[in-house]
């Protein structure tokens, strides 16, 4: 019998950021952080005007109000059908797009903007709904391969098929959907299509560059892409955000509103339940393995790559077996830590040498297993003779290490950093901790660029009308620490010690 994986998502808002921590079986999944309001541009929808149009690459650029000009293939096919599910197509078209210089046209980022090259876009538009992806203008249907039963599978195409208006609109069934009664898929494909008439009506008067639809901010995505009945428990650490989370959790009923819990304690939510440290631990590039052996994990320009080691594993019987056991363990990691970090593009893994090809074979199945519940798309090709692995895997916004980590500018971006925003939201969680074991006041001496930015952006201004209100908090502000260094020193309003440069937060 398989056992059934506890999931839990844990959700939170403050220093201006939106965080999302996925825990499986105790151990952390996913991963993301937007910052407050929403600046991804993933998803939105925009007027945008052709700049250039390059026959030699078959693409277009667009001018959409980004920093930098978007990029449109002229031959796409259809809208990019697997952004939320692996779905399989029912049907589809391919009309190539005739551009010129100057036309005005709407198109969706499909990609972020990536180092010196602006996002990517597709003028073939998607609404995305829990149980639904409406494609207004792609003869398309398809279906999440996730969902198995041919007789289901076949009932919701149907169901699908008749929604359908005209042949220039389609639709792509969610994993989520045989969850769904029939009245309910309707009433989600008909609210979608109107997002769209909305988005139509909008462009006839909007100037370029305006963005006409926005995607869902990052808490809404979660509760949207997330089963009612997989997911245990929702855990909130702010007030705001669980109330207007329960109010859309009533209003859909989709998952039952007991699951929604508002953490109330005195610390930091992702300290107290232990996710700091598994979450830190993502920026290392040494993963240890659960039988003694490891991975490396490099990025590079163009791939990922992971070099397995046995480490401190010796093994029982002889080196094949050995080496075999190391693999398939590390195959499973490896799958887990891809969709942790949110790698994408091409991952090309170095495994320990086999001899046996029944090994290699069973390593591979193993690594194609465990990367089968990811909901990005990933392709994994046979096993080398050199026992080299390489698949690759939808990128899906952002990946973890740009969160938590910046180019060190003392060694010339060879080594990293924590970010200043994860920084501060390790000095938040110390200043919670003190707090909570009773200080009435605390003295915090850090990197100076660290204090200007709390102060300019004002990133404690909520607790400090809250929860902080009759707390004292003082900086005192260093030119020679280093921007991820500080020190917290909890005391009494009246008998802490003050050096004579602190200064009083707010």
Known sequence: MKKEIKREWFLDRYCGQQFAALVEDGKLAEFACEKEPRTSCVGNIYKGRVTNVLSGMNAAFIHCGLEKNCYLSMDESYTDCTKYDD?????A???PLDLQIGDE??????????GNKGAKVTTRLSFVGKTMIYLPNTDFLGISRKITDESTRETLLKTAENMRVSQDEGFIVR????????????TEAEFLKKLYLETLETAKTAPVGSVLYEDEDLPLRVLRDSYGED??????G???????????VKLRRDIPARKLIFYQGNRSMLREYGITPLLYGTASPIVPLDNGGDLVI???????VIDVNTGSYVGENNLEETVFSVNLTAAKEIARQVRLRNIGGIVVVDFIDMVDEAHKEAVTVTLKTALSIDRAKCNVLPMSELCISQFTRKRLGRDTHSYL????????????????????TRLRADILDCFAEGHTAVLIELNEKIMELILDQEMFAKEMQGRWKDKKIYFVPHKTYKEDYFTVRGGDSDSLSLPAKALRLF
């Open 105 to 114: 046209i709407i198109v969706q980022v499909t990609k972020p903007p990536r």
């Open 405 to 424: 980590v910046k180019p060190c500018e003392h060694c010339e971006g060879k080594g990293y950093l924590h970010d200043d925003i994860f920084v501060i």
């Open 238 to 248: 702010d007030k705001e955000l669980y109330e207007r989370l329960l109010r859309l």
């Open 298 to 304: 490099e990025h590079t320009e163009a791939m990922t």
């Open 175 to 186: 994993t989520q959907a045989p969850f769904a009664t029939a009245k309910q898929l309707k």
């Open 87 to 91: 779905a399989t197509p029912e049907k």
């Open 93 to 95: 078209d391919s009309r």
């Open 231 to 236: 997911i245990s428990a929702f855990h909130v």
